[in-house]
Each structure stands twice: as C-alpha cells, then as structure tokens.
C-alpha cells in the first residue's frame, strides 16, 4: 500500500479500494459491451449516420461506405463524390462503374463459394453507410449499380437510437 | 520451548502480511486504457430494404385481391397511397408534411391500415432525387418500426422459426420495396 514515511514516523496510506471499485464495475461494463456486439465497426471518419430507433444489430461488416467524398467497397476507394453526386465521367447509364465493377467482382466469389458449398447462387446483400447529408439521388446511383451486379436486399447502417 | 518460539514467529508475519494489489491494480488500468480506446460509443444497427428486381421466370401464383401500399417522400410532403390489386380498387391518398408530426402521422395511419389488413405486409416506398438520406431512413422507421403503444402484428415470416415472435414485436410492415431504384 501505498504510504508516506516522515521524519515523525507517521503513516499516512492512501485508500485505493474507491478506485478499485470504479475500476471493476467500467471493465465489466467494457467487457460485456465488447462481447455482445457481434461485429465491431467504426465508421468512416467524417462519415455521419443517420439516426434510428431500429432494434435491429449490425450483423456484417459495410460492404459499400459513401463518405461526403469518396465511395468505398470493402475499403477500396472506387469513386468520388463531387457536390453531393458522382462526376458524370465515373457514372454509366445511371450506375456508377467502378462500384458495379467492385461488386461483380463480390458477385462471382459469393458464387464460386455457393457452388462449392453445392448450393444455388442466390441474389446478394449488402449492408452500406452512407452519410446522412446525402440527398437520395446518389443512394440510388449506388443501388442502381449494385441491382446491375444481382445485389438485391441492403441493409443501411444507422445510429442506433432509443426513444 | 523451542515449539513455541516458532509458533509466535508465525502469528507475528501474520499480522504484518498485507496484499500487494499493485500488479492487479497495473493489469486493471491496462485493461481499462485497452477497452475505453477501443470501445465503440455508436451503437451500429441496420434497416434492410429491397430493391426491384426482374427475372424471366414465369409468376405461378395466382392473381388475389391483395392491398397494396404505397409511401411517396417529397421534398416537402409524403404520400400515402392504397389501392386493391382487382377490382373494387378502393383508390385512397393521404398527403403529409415532411416535418417530425407529419412523419408520426404517417405512422399512425400506416398502423391503421395495418390493423385492418394483416394480410398486407409490404410496403412500396418511393422517393425523389433531393430527398436527404436521413428524411428517408426517418420515413424508414415510421414504416417498418413498431413503436410502444402500437398493437402487435402477427406475421409470417417463413423460414425464420425463433425470430417469428421478435420480428412481431419489432415491426409494423416488415418488407419494404425501394421503387424508386429503377433504370
């Protein structure tokens, strides 16, 4: 224990057990928050999340994140995002090529490993963060671009709120 | 004599032994800095939507009279749409004002029409172009989520055994259809 030696001899220690108290209700509190989340995402940095009272956990890790900037797919920068839009250059009767390109690419993996597993190919999901500011033209470029490449049922990422 | 000498040596390191919780207390704040800088503070959820899709294969079921339901998102108003597939087509339009009231309107109609039709559990929802993504995930939830005091909605949820009861309690219309994400 910690403790003052002076000349007088006196003993003065310091009282930790608060501390250690404090200490052990934030890690239990830590360690079961840390073990209940299946999956353990930060989102892009910049990248603001509309708010929900969905109930509904995150259970895959974002396929597609639409920052205020840039367009990612598994983390792979594809595009960019200039004034709130896709510059027409990157874009594709609507779609956005690069984000097509990327998510074919997911298609044809998703379906080798279906067949090896001796199942049928089935239509995919993705889940996709997407800055709040956002107007739903762009939403619908990306989900235009995936629906080209057979992704079919999307999960948004939201903030989870309560009511 | 000798017995007893040892004995009152023992009892004396006794009563000096003290814990030594310092490495425990080491452990504990490495553990505490570990967990608080990785620790996520956002609780993450999703909202799953669809998107039409058009295949070749031939329609087997056979045509009934169902309800569909339709949410229009404007800039300024949201649209509430009913028609039957088949005749009498019963035609209904409710309009709202895009601000947080209108919205719990719109939920409160759309749990009404829910409350008289159990069979209907998908909604179409449409929205234009400079609609922000955040009116469209609030919209999202007045559509799909169940809130306290609404009644709960049995629905058939094929192949999803023990999550039958959740997704009764969590939602209002489960599927939502993106009819706007069309070339």
Request: charged fraction near 25%; charge should be negative; avoid cysteine.
């Amino acid at each position: 224990m910690a403790s003052v030696g002076s000349s007088n001899k006196e003993s003065v220690s310091l009282n930790i057990m608060p501390m250690m108290d404090v200490f052990s209700i934030l890690i239990t509190f830590l360690l079961i928050s840390y073990s209940s989340d299946p999956v353990m995402v930060d989102p892009k940095q910049g990248l603001e999340l509309p708010g929900s009272m969905t109930l509904v956990g995150l259970d895959e890790i974002p396929a597609i994140a639409v920052t205020k900037t840039e367009i990612f797919v598994n983390d792979n920068r594809v595009a960019d995002v200039v004034g709130g839009d896709v510059p027409e250059s990157q874009r594709s009767q609507g779609a956005i090529q690069s984000v097509y390109d990327e998510l074919i690419k997911l298609k044809e993996i998703n379906d080798r490993l279906a067949e090896a597993q001796g199942k049928k190919p089935k239509l995919g999901s993705l889940v996709m963060e997407m800055d709040k500011a956002h107007v739903f033209k762009l939403v619908k470029r990306v989900m235009i671009s995936a629906q080209q490449a057979e992704f079919v049922t999307f999960k948004l990422m939201v903030d989870k709120q309560s009511e | 004599m000798s017995v007893r000498k040892r004995k009152k040596r023992t009892t004396q390191e006794y009563e000096d032994a003290e814990l030594n919780i310092m490495p425990f207390i080491d452990v504990f704040s490495v553990l505490n800095t570990f967990l608080l800088t990785s620790a996520a503070f956002v609780t993450l959820g999703v909202i799953k939507v669809q998107i039409p899709f058009f295949t070749n294969s031939e329609d087997q079921s056979k045509p009934t009279r169902t309800l569909e339901v339709k949410v229009d998102a404007q800039k300024d108003q949201i649209v509430l749409d009913t028609s039957y597939s088949m005749a009498p087509v019963q035609a209904n339009k409710k309009t709202f004002p895009s601000d947080e009231r209108g919205i719990a309107s719109l939920h409160e109609a759309l749990v009404r029409i829910r409350t008289d039709s159990k069979d209907t559990d998908l909604v179409t929802f449409y929205t234009d172009d400079d609609v922000t993504y955040e009116q469209v995930v609030k919209i999202l939830d007045a559509i799909k989520l169940r809130k306290e005091n609404d009644p709960v909605f049995s629905i058939d949820q094929k192949g999803d055994g023990n999550n039958a009861e959740l997704i009764d309690r969590v939602f209002v219309f489960p599927k939502v259809v993106m009819g706007s994400v069309i070339l």
